[in-house]
Nanobody
Framework: QVQLVESGGGLVQAGGSLRLSCAAS??????????MAWFRQAPGKEREFVAA????????TFTDSVKGRFTISRDNAKNTVYLQMNSLKPEDTAVYYC???????????????WGQGTQVTVSS
C-alpha cells in the first residue's frame, strides 16, 4: 500500500508564498521510480494539473497559469516532493493533491496513487 501525505497548506495573502510537501511511503514503493505531480481542485471545478516532475528530476512541466511562479522539486532520499508557490493569487485557491505514477504525465486519470489533499487559500 502506498501512502502520500501532503502538508504545508494554509491561508496566505495575495503575493505571498507557500511550500507544499508530499511525503510518500509504502513497503514496496520505490519513490525514485515514480513521476510525481501536483493537481488542484477549486470548489465547483474539475481537478486540474499543476506541475509534474520525472523520477530523477530530469524533467518538469507546469500548467501555463503557474509558470514562473511555482517550482516543483523532489528529494529521493527523503521520499518527498515539494511545490514552491510564489506570487500567489486568489485564483490559486484550491485543495492541492499530490499524485504518483510510473508514467510522467499531465493526465490525472493515469496517476495510480493520490494523497488526501491540503487546502490552500489565498486572500485578496
Amino acid at each position: 500500500q502506498v501512502q502520500l501525505v501532503e502538508s504545508g497548506g494554509g491561508l496566505v495573502q495575495a503575493g505571498g508564498s507557500l511550500r507544499l510537501s508530499c511525503a510518500a511511503s509504502g513497503r514496496t514503493f520505490i519513490f525514485s521510480n515514480y513521476a510525481m505531480a501536483w493537481f488542484r481542485q477549486a470548489p465547483g471545478k474539475e481537478r486540474e494539473f499543476v506541475a509534474a516532475i520525472s523520477p530523477y528530476s530530469s524533467s518538469t512541466t507546469f500548467t501555463d497559469s503557474v509558470k514562473g511562479r511555482f517550482t516543483i522539486s523532489r528529494d529521493n532520499a527523503k521520499n518527498t516532493v515539494y511545490l514552491q508557490m510564489n506570487s500567489l493569487k486568489p485564483e490559486d485557491t484550491a485543495v492541492y493533491y499530490c499524485a504518483a505514477d510510473i508514467s510522467y504525465s499531465k493526465l490525472a486519470k493515469l496517476y495510480d496513487y493520490w494523497g488526501q489533499g491540503t487546502q490552500v487559500t489565498v486572500s485578496s
